[in-house]
């Protein structure tokens, strides 16, 4: 049988629900019904239901907060939302943690009928096994599957032509333009984040094309293709390259569709403005002020940006300009400067901050103001370490520089910030593999990680093992 929770904070709309539907027929039954939002959350968190209803507006503790808290303990239920009120806001606030629904009172029977059928097949078919995040380990994480030919065949596929390509594609496609996009070849597809897949296509010519950039600039998807091969290579090699064109959203957000083509540009002709400010510092501002108009000018990709900053970081470091040096500028991969920062500009603006504060006086560091605004800082970041974390948005809400912040988080972590961010990501994920069932993509996603790829390299960069791995140990 399914269990069912309802939680209303006034007891006769809570009566009502339950007695708006014949849950039997969906073979499920109702285990609480309660106006207490405590008690329905001690009970979640406990005997983990199949599905709430609760309502948003219970004064204090509100049904989104009951979702939030459930969420960060690691419940996997279907929530659907009720509510008397249809602004905008609630709906985004109920989604970013998963719900299911959003109903409106007074409930309609049949709504609530067709809502429960919905539901059922949702979960059915929800139970996804670690068995396919294994394989996708080890084919994007341990590279085990050498060739496509391989891969083809370990999913009964035969490979009729001689060349190979990947698309990786973000947000939710429609079905007229994923075809525009494999034509008529054999494709199989693997599913790498919550909104994102791998599409390996067995191909005898090159995908992009004019026509397809046309047809992709209508929708809201973001779409990476890697080169074309028309000779064996390795699926890990390909579905790099369709993701590091995908990333170019990074720098290039007007577009949406990207191909894989990394000039053979000079490396030293890349950082040869970078290399001319740390010879002159009065240069180095305005190089900085204007960096992202650098990058588009010379059409960079995200690989180049990732060399720009690296060489940046080092060099500062280097130089030991201050005392906080490394603030934010450990070694980062392409994928950790996206992780890291919203954007081109965010990433410009992080960079000129952080030259700026490093000629200012060392703070002091017994300062009582700095011990409680870090102590702020760190309650919010465990409040939200679900959500996508950026020092941008941090500094914003306490109305501190970035650099400021990530100083502050080094002095007192002996780390930074995003290094403490994903320890503490993984930590949560390390106690979930341990102590519940949930799919590995259901783990990744509620340690606020939606690329279960890249969830994979973290993870195993912090524990030394792939999440398969610890699981099973």
């Known amino acids: 049988m399914y269990s069912i929770v309802i ?3 006034e007891p006769l ?3 009502g629900i339950e007695r708006s539907c014949k849950w039997e027929k969906f073979g499920a039954k109702v285990d609480l019904v309660t106006s207490d939002p405590e008690e329905a959350l001690d009970f979640i968190i406990k005997n983990r239901p199949h599905i709430v209803f609760t309502d948003i507006n219970m004064g204090d503790f509100s049904g ?3 979702m939030k808290k459930a969420r960060i303990e690691g419940v996997d239920s279907e929530f659907v939302v009720i509510s008397g009120y249809s602004e905008f806001e609630y709906v985004r606030n109920a989604m970013k943690y998963n719900a299911f629904y959003y109903l409106l009172k007074p409930i309609d029977k049949k709504e609530l009928a067709s809502i429960m059928s919905n539901l059922i097949m949702n979960i059915k078919g929800k139970k996804e096994t670690d068995s396919s995040f294994e394989f996708m380990e080890n084919l994007l994480i341990n590279t085990k599957i050498t060739t496509h030919r391989e891969l083809f065949e370990l999913n009964n596929f035969n490979v ?8 990786v594609i973000e947000g939710n496609i429609h079905k007229k333009l994923l075809k525009n996009i494999i034509r008529d070849n054999k494709y199989l597809v693997l599913k790498i984040g919550s909104c994102k897949r791998a599409y390996f296509i067995n191909t005898d010519r090159d995908i992009y094309s004019e026509y397809l950039i046309g047809t992709v600039k209508k929708s ?4 990476g293709i890697s080169s074309f091969y028309d000779h064996e290579v390795s699926p890990y090699k390909s579905f790099v390259e369709g993701d590091i064109a995908l990333c170019n959203h990074f720098i290039y957000k007007e577009l949406n569709i990207f191909k894989y083509d990394i000039k053979k540009k000079d490396i030293l002709t890349i950082i040869k403005p970078c290399a001319e400010c740390f010879n002159d510092f009065d ?3 305005p190089f900085l002020k204007n960096l992202s108009e650098y990058v588009r000018n010379n059409e960079l990709s995200i690989l180049e940006i990732t060399l720009l900053y690296n060489y940046f970081s080092n060099t500062m470091e280097y130089i030991n300009v201050t005392s906080t040096q490394g603030i934010e ?3 980062k991969t392409y994928e950790e400067i996206i992780s890291s920062f919203k954007d081109m500009e965010d990433l410009a603006h992080f960079l000129y901050e952080y030259i ?5 006086e060392e703070l002091d560091e017994n300062d009582s103001k700095d011990n409680n605004i870090f102590d702020e800082i760190i309650n919010y970041i465990h409040e939200n370490y679900l959500e996508p974390l950026y020092l941008a948005d941090i500094a914003d809400k306490f109305f501190y520089n970035q650099t400021y912040i990530s100083d502050l988080i080094k002095r007192n972590l002996g780390k930074n910030f995003t290094e403490y961010v994903i320890e503490l990501r993984i930590e949560k994920a390390c106690a979930l593999l341990s102590s519940t069932n949930n799919s590995i993509s259901f783990i990744a996603a509620k340690c606020g990680y939606n690329d279960y790829c890249y969830f994979s390299k973290q993870f195993k960069k912090i524990t030394g093992k792939t999440p398969s791995a610890y699981r099973k140990e």
């Open 283 to 285: 240069k180095v501002k």
């Open 356 to 360: 700026n504060n490093s000629f200012k």
């Open 160 to 167: 009729e032509k001689p060349g190979f390509q990947t698309v």
């Open 13 to 15: 709309i809570a009566k």
């Open 220 to 223: 809201n998807v973001k779409i």
């Open 7 to 9: 939680v209303d904070d």
């Open 64 to 66: 989104i907060e009951l």
């Open 329 to 331: 500028s450990q070694h």
